[in-house]
């Protein structure tokens, strides 16, 4: 089993930043993607970033506002964000995979975090 703890999340102006972390432990051995997904209220969850082989990648919509990197002697992923919109406002999942080369299917992601809370208030 692969466990994975997200942090960083919380209450943010408008235009303001966020960084959020994942850490990973268990069976880290197996994991070969890290993404990040989040779920707003009401609605389905969607890719946001994902860290793979190296290789950062984020949803077309986010470029140059969200950044994913991660370091892979710490099995850690973090999601910087930027000029945050109240649209971002969701539950972020930090989710882990076996397979090389991001998806933005969340049933590609094996493992999943609890979650972190991120707000943007206008």
């Known amino acids: 089993q692969v466990q994975l703890v997200e942090s960083g999340g919380g209450l943010v102006q408008a235009g303001g930043s966020l960084r959020l972390s994942c850490a990973a432990s268990?069976?880290?051995?197996?994991?070969?993607?890290m993404g990040w997904f989040r779920q707003a209220s009401g609605k389905e969850r969607e890719f946001v970033a994902a860290?793979?082989?190296?290789?950062?990648h984020a949803a077309d919509s986010l470029k140059g506002r969200f950044t994913v990197s991660g370091d892979n002697a710490k099995n850690t992923v973090y999601l910087q964000m930027s000029s945050l919109k109240p649209e971002d406002t969701a539950v972020y999942y930090c989710?882990?995979?076996?397979?090389?080369?991001?998806?933005?299917?969340?049933?590609?992601?094996?493992?999943w975090g609890q979650g972190t809370q991120v707000t943007v208030s206008s």
């Open positions: 860290w793979s082989a190296g290789t950062a």
């Open positions: 989710a882990a995979g076996n397979l090389v080369g991001y998806t933005v299917a969340p049933n590609a992601y094996s493992y």
């Open positions: 268990g069976r880290t051995f197996v994991v070969k993607t």
